[in-house]
């Protein structure tokens, strides 16, 4: 592998730490704008989550190659029609 090739892969593998990072703060957001659902209404933290969402998302760097896809991808099992599911902790 050339020097160049192997930069090029390793620029690639900083590319969706990035995206996990960015979404993982949408996450952050929405499970924030979750908790102070008592100070407010749905409807405004639903405003507000949605505003930090599109901010966030707005800093998202997809690869020059990165093209939009009509369909999910096959064999994934619709994951991405769903909202993510994190496993619940269990304390022992």
Same mark, same amino acid.
């Given at each position: 592998?050339? /020097?160049?090739?192997?930069?090029?892969?390793?620029?690639?593998?900083?590319?969706?730490?990035?995206?996990?990072?960015? #979404?993982?703060?949408?996450?952050?957001?929405?499970?924030?704008?979750?908790?102070?659902?008592?100070?407010?209404? /749905?409807?405004?933290?639903?405003?507000?989550? %949605?505003? =930090?969402?599109?901010?966030?998302?707005?800093?998202?760097?997809?690869?020059?190659?990165?093209?939009?896809?009509?369909? /999910?991808?096959?064999?994934?099992?619709? =994951? #991405?029609?769903?909202?993510? %599911?994190?496993?619940?902790?269990?304390?022992?």
């Amino acid at each position: 592998m050339t /020097e160049t090739r192997a930069c090029r892969s390793v620029g690639m593998m900083r590319r969706p730490r990035r995206l996990i990072v960015v #979404l993982g703060a949408v996450a952050l957001a929405a499970a924030v704008s979750g908790i102070a659902a008592g100070a407010g209404s /749905e409807r405004a933290n639903r405003r507000a989550a %949605q505003r =930090d969402a599109a901010r966030l998302l707005a800093h998202v760097v997809l690869p020059a190659s990165a093209v939009r896809a009509a369909a /999910e991808p096959a064999g994934d099992r619709h =994951d #991405l029609a769903r909202p993510g %599911q994190v496993p619940a902790a269990v304390n022992r």
